[in-house]
């Protein structure tokens, strides 16, 4: 059975940093894109960061880009989103996703085959 489970959310003040995890179990995350999206109550879910299988390809949102930062440990089957200079428009609950396709990098969800269950951000002003 395929797990991806988010931990690291919380609340923090604006201009703070949090770092998000994403444990993998039941799938050799290596061959995989992986990606974290964000969806906030009443709006869509949305694409915040990806990068591919080998890390040769990533992609930013760009309301993100420059103060986020997607990593993979593959040794331990694990991805991370350091989240720094958070601001209030960053609150949502934190997705993680992976994609079988570990050779593209896509902001769509429909690209991606599994999902945690999300991590609360609150980033207060």
């Known amino acids: 059975q395929v797990q991806l489970v988010e931990s690291g959310g919380g609340l923090v003040q604006a201009g703070g940093s949090l770092r998000l995890s994403c444990a993998a179990s039941g799938l050799t995350l290596r061959w995989y894109t992986v990606g974290w999206f964000r969806q906030d109550p009443g709006k869509e879910r949305e694409f915040v960061a990806a990068k591919n299988w080998s890390g040769g390809m990533l992609y930013y949102a760009d309301s993100v880009r420059g103060r986020f930062t997607i990593s993979r440990d593959n040794a331990r089957n694990m991805v991370y989103l350091q989240m720094n200079n958070l601001k209030p428009e960053d609150t949502a609950v934190y997705y993680c996703?992976?994609?079988?396709?570990?050779?593209?990098?896509?902001?769509?969800?429909?690209?991606?085959?599994?999902w945690g269950q999300g991590t609360q951000v609150t980033v207060s002003s």
């Open positions: 996703a992976a994609d079988s396709a570990g050779g593209r990098i896509s902001t769509q969800i429909s690209r991606y085959d599994y």
